[in-house]
């Protein structure tokens, strides 16, 4: 497992595998460390964007602006989030709007406001292909090398002493399906339109909070268009953000969580689960349940909710798409011909395993054949690795709980990654 001696390659002490909200935080927290500590991010976008599909007029963030990159870390930060509203000139509006949940645009744009200020430490359309050891003459690994690949397919080397995985969350469609201009995954919901309109209908796959989002920017945008939601349950569940509830997102969680034997880990997964996943803010459901009854009242329905159902087929064609909508109660089949079809079907932790390549089999691994994680989130390996590997987010929910991959704790998450680095080196 030897890596090649290159010459006049760059040493960082640490090397960013993505640069989203967690590996920002991050940068935030090494900078605010004070100590000598050189980074480098790489980020596969041309640009920062975070969730940029989905930046609706209107929509609001499900997380309070002070679990922001920094407060519940150094509330005293240059880049929390209230700093950034003074940075503008909007902190008394902001105040006077007494918004808990600042509006999704606006938070983009602080984190984007964020982001410019690591401008010389992060390489965009740089998208990390590969991570080997580089063994030293002890036969121990204290570097990694880091492979990268531009848009031009050009490949480049950069040699680090600890790596932090933090590439999110990745768009996941079910078995078979195929995205393209009229058939897409919720993520993409703004990158473009669907084409000419020939049909005067739309059809949402999934019933949380994008599915929501995506059926009601759908309705309010095509003023003349029907738009069909399907769910596999009855409507939409509103997701419990009552205070006990969501003590499950606070720091200390983490550390209940992480020592708790694996039966008490699935059963807080399964009870609390309902505060993130495939659930609806109340305010939302409830105005998408008065506008389909209105349109009733109206007597010109144009929000039709499929209940217990699914999307049994779509196949695009020449002007469209032909949807095949079946009741799980009675096995009736709907046939629709749609301009559009979204699938608000989730996300999934994007697998680590494939860039460690060589690297993996020195990694230790749970019964599950996941990574196993410390509680500083840096990866367990064998004696013979000295460098370090951390997994930033997403991916160790099953270790360290549902904040794992939230905004929620990424702010204490990073400082604490950041205090092992420095611990370790």
């Known amino acids: 497992m030897t890596a090649a001696v290159l010459p006049n390659v760059e040493t960082v002490d640490v090397a960013g595998v993505g640069f989203g909200p967690a590996n920002l ?83 983009h744009d602080y984190l984007g406001w964020s982001a410019a200020q690591f401008d010389a430490h992060t390489s965009y359309g740089s998208t990390v292909v590969d991570i080997s050891p580089v063994q030293g003459p002890d ?32 768009p996941h469609l079910p078995p078979g399906v195929t995205a393209s201009a009229r058939i897409r995954h919720s993520s993409q919901l703004l990158t473009h339109d669907f084409g000419t309109p020939r049909h005067g209908r739309y059809l949402v796959v999934g019933a949380g909070q994008s599915a929501a989002e995506c059926a009601d920017y759908l309705h309010r945008t095509h003023g003349d268009a029907a738009v069909h ?8 569940s509103v997701a419990d953000d009552s205070p006990f509830a969501n003590a499950i997102f606070d720091p200390a969680a983490v550390d209940d969580f992480y020592r708790a034997p694996d039966q008490t880990k699935e059963a807080l997964l399964a009870h609390h ?35 217990v159902s699914r999307l049994r087929s779509c196949t695009e064609t020449a002007d469209g798409v032909e949807a095949e909508v079946e009741s799980l109660v009675t096995g009736e089949v709907t046939r629709l011909m749609v301009d559009g079809v979204v699938y608000a079907t989730g996300y999934r932790p994007a697998d680590p395993l494939p860039l460690l390549g060589d690297l993996a089999d020195e990694c230790k691994k749970d019964d599950s054949g996941r990574l196993y994680v410390d509680r500083d989130y840096r990866v367990r390996t064998s004696d013979s690795l000295r460098c370090g590997i951390y997994l930033h987010g997403a991916g160790t929910e099953a270790s360290h709980g549902l904040s794992a991959g939230l905004l929620s704790n990424t702010a204490v998450r990073a400082g604490e990654i950041v205090e092992s680095i420095l611990r370790q080196n």
Not at 65 to 86: E, I, Q, V, W
Not at 142 to 165: K, M, P
Not at 229 to 236: C, F, K
Request: hydrophobic share 40%.
């Open 25 to 107: 935080a991050l940068a935030i927290a090494l900078q605010e460390s004070g100590a000598p500590v050189t980074m480098a991010f790489h980020e596969r976008q041309a640009s920062f964007g975070w969730h940029t599909g989905m930046l609706i007029e209107g929509a609001t963030m499900q997380v309070s602006f002070l679990k922001d990159l920094a407060t519940m870390r150094n509330p005293g930060s240059r880049y929390t989030f209230l700093a950034y509203l003074h940075a503008h000139g909007r902190m008394p509006a902001f105040i006077n709007s007494k918004m808990l949940y600042p509006y999704r645009i606006e938070f």
């Open 139 to 170: 036969g121990h690994v204290d570097l990694l090398d880091i492979t990268t690949q531009d848009a031009d397919g050009n490949r480049h080397v950069q040699r680090a002493r600890n790596v932090v995985i933090g590439t999110g969350m990745v």
């Open 229 to 236: 939601a399907v769910h596999s349950r009855y409507g939409y």
């Open 273 to 307: 689960g309902n505060t993130n996943y495939a659930v609806v803010d109340l305010d939302l459901s409830q105005e998408l349940y008065r506008r389909v009854y209105l349109e009733e009242v109206q007597g010109s329905p144009r929000l039709h909710v499929h209940r």
